[in-house]
């Protein structure tokens, strides 16, 4: 089964509700990560949080490894937000990255 | 700030045909990866590189040779198109394959019809 799974799939809020969106793995955890996909186009790294919480602005991160999971928080959205969140798990022993399928996330005026 | 720069940005091809993907990063970093993100599986590793003249396997490597020609160029090469390979396809680098940031080019979109 799939060693990396994100929920929802999809998410559509109002522009000033916050966001969690959730990430659990089934594998050994060197570390996660976080990135922000904007609608068609590039990745971008959010955070790299191999434990605990991490926060970026409106963005917090936690990760708590003996649950097999990590969170992202946003608070306060912003139609900006609007695009898919990614999280990848870099586990085993090549350190490769291990994606989730994404949450698209989109945030109405 | 990393760069990497992706060419051709949209490409449609035949069944068939020849197709270089070009990635060019800017950053000096050691690690250039290639990725297809297809709906439904996420973004998959096809190959990677750890420097100049290396390549090493990747998940999804049917159908792809890549090359690395020096540090900052690494190129994907797909010698015989098919359909199934129509998907878009991302560039990144990495100073280190672990603990490090990914900065990813703006992705490379391929029909083969």
């Known amino acids: 089964g799939q060693q990396v799974q994100q929920s929802p799939a999809s998410l559509v809020l109002q522009e000033g509700e916050n966001a969690e969106l959730q990430c659990n793995f089934s594998?050994?955890?060197?570390?996660m990560q976080w990135f922000y996909q904007r609608p068609g186009g590039s990745l971008v790294s959010l955070f790299y949080?191999?434990?605990?919480?991490k926060h970026s602005g409106r963005l917090t991160s936690t990760t708590v490894i003996k649950e097999r999971r990590s969170s992202l928080h946003i608070s306060s959205s912003q139609t900006t937000d609007s695009g898919t969140y990614l999280c990848?798990?870099?586990?085993?022993?090549?350190?490769?990255?291990?994606w989730g399928s994404g949450t698209k996330l989109i945030i109405k005026p | 700030e990393a760069a990497v720069t992706q060419s051709p940005r949209n490409k449609v091809t035949v069944t068939g045909g020849n197709v270089t993907l070009s990635c060019r990063q800017t950053?000096?970093?050691?690690?250039m990866y290639w990725y297809r993100q297809d709906t439904g599986h996420g973004l998959r590793l096809i190959h990677y590189s750890y420097g100049a003249g290396n390549l090493q396997i990747g998940d999804v490597p049917d159908g792809y040779k890549a090359t690395r020609t020096t540090q900052e160029d690494f190129f994907l090469l797909l010698e015989l198109a098919s359909p199934s390979q129509t998907s878009l396809y991302f560039c990144?680098?990495?100073?280190?394959?672990?603990?490090?940031?990914?900065?990813f080019g703006e992705g490379s979109r391929l029909i083969v019809v």
């Open positions: 990848a798990l870099e586990g085993g022993s090549n350190y490769q990255l291990i």
């Open positions: 594998t050994s955890l060197n570390s």
């Open positions: 990144a680098s990495s100073e280190t394959v672990s603990g490090n940031t990914l900065y």
């Open positions: 949080n191999p434990s605990g919480t």
């Open positions: 950053n000096s970093h050691n690690y």
